[in-house]
């Protein structure tokens, strides 16, 4: 059975920083790039970052870029996103993401940046 499970979300003053992590099971990590994507209240699910299957290669979503970075580690089946800088136009509830035959998503772990 596929679980995606993020963690590490949480309440942080803008500038502050946050790194989300997501444990992976019931699929073949290392073979499977991985998304990260956020809902903010209101809004469209929206694309954040990417990361191939080895890790070589990164790709951002412009309003992320320079301020986020993508990881992972397949011996842990972990994925994870560090955020630096953090802004309130930030604050949204972050997924992890990948697709064989279909999307899978995680539950999803709230990020709240507000002084």
């Known amino acids: 059975q596929v679980q995606l499970v993020e963690s590490g979300g949480g309440l942080v003053q803008p500038g502050g920083s946050l790194r989300l992590s997501c444990a992976a099971s019931?699929?073949?990590?290392?073979?499977?790039?991985m998304k990260w994507y956020r809902q903010a209240p209101g809004k469209e699910r929206e694309y954040v970052a990417s990361?191939?299957?080895?890790?070589?290669?990164?790709n951002y979503a412009d309003s992320v870029k320079g301020r986020f970075t993508i990881s992972r580690d397949n011996a842990k089946n972990t994925v994870y996103l560090q955020m630096n800088s953090l802004k309130p136009e930030d604050t949204a509830v972050y997924y992890c993401?990948?697709?064989?035959?279909?999307?899978?998503w995680g539950q999803g772990t709230q990020v709240t940046v507000s002084s």
């Open positions: 993401n990948f697709w064989l035959s279909k999307n899978f």
């Open positions: 019931g699929f073949t990590f290392s073979t499977s790039p």
């Open positions: 990361i191939t299957r080895s890790g070589g290669s990164t």
